[in-house]
């Protein structure tokens, strides 16, 4: 699946894309893991919330600064975004049960975009139980 993100930091909210996938399938029984082969980029769930979308990302930018003096900024001039991603993580793993993702009412599957805006591919495995 592809993405274009519009900011350099940005909660992209995947979760309608992935269950449509999930439903085109045909899976009832599983798992579905949702990936991005991207260094600078992440996967979470949680809440989609305005204000926490902004917290989120207020948290990582407070946690990581952008340029504060990363060896990698010699070269790439995004160390914080690889430095965020390695935080986050490249992947969620999401039950599949009667057909569809078994997540909590309020968890919401996100691409976390940290070094854009770019066109991004995150990847959906299905495996049948
Ligand atoms: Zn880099």
Wanted: net charge negative.
């Amino acid at each position: 699946m592809n993405i274009r993100t519009s900011e350099r930091i940005e909660l992209v909210d995947i979760t309608q894309e992935v269950k449509s996938e999930v439903h085109k399938s045909g899976i009832v029984n599983g798992i579905c893991v949702v990936s991005t082969s991207h260094t600078t980029t992440a996967i979470i769930l949680n809440e989609n919330e305005t204000g926490l979308r902004h917290d989120i990302l207020d948290f990582l930018e407070k946690l990581i600064p952008l340029s504060a003096g990363y060896q990698h900024d010699r070269i790439d001039n995004n160390a914080d975004a690889h430095l965020k991603a390695v935080m986050l993580g490249s992947s969620e793993t999401i039950p599949v049960m009667g057909g569809g993702l078994v997540l909590g009412t309020w968890q919401h599957i996100f691409f976390v975009e940290m070094d854009g805006p770019r066109q991004r591919t995150v990847n959906i495995t299905l495996v049948n139980q």
